[in-house]
């Protein structure tokens, strides 16, 4: 049975066909795929209209592409395909999301601190009741 079994693998495995591999050139997979990418980046409305105020007419920017060689395709096609697809904050956006969080807990630091917003309480802004306020103190849960 075990040579029957050894004997059947090995027939098998011969009968298998081969398989060769080889590098296929980039012409023969698609020989402009990465230029019609780009076109199709030039052609977005977004886009036309920041080359526009460049400087740059939509007509012209499809030429200067039509014009490049293959390598030049490829190596702009490349550096769109590294580019971050919601865009990436600038140092300036940073700071003023980070100022404005800084403000909001600071505002809730002193709130707490100080209670200013609570309804109905008043305060000589150090947190101790005024002596001059009519409305009662608030009850701090303690036992007295």
Known sequence: MKKLLTGLLFAVALAAPQAYAALIPTELVSPNG???RVMALIERPEVAQQLEKM????SQA??????MSEAEV???????????AGGALSNQDFLIILIIVLLIVILIVLSVLFGGFQ????TNGLGHWCTSCTSAPMVTGRPG
């Not at 400087?55 to 939509?58: R, S, T, V, Y």
């Open 34 to 36: 990465e230029r019609d």
């Open 55 to 58: 400087g740059i007419p939509q």
């Open 62 to 67: 499809k030429d200067r592409v039509a014009a």
């Open 74 to 84: 490829a190596s702009l096609a490349g550096k769109l395909d590294a580019l971050p």
């Open 119 to 122: 309804k109905g309480t008043k």
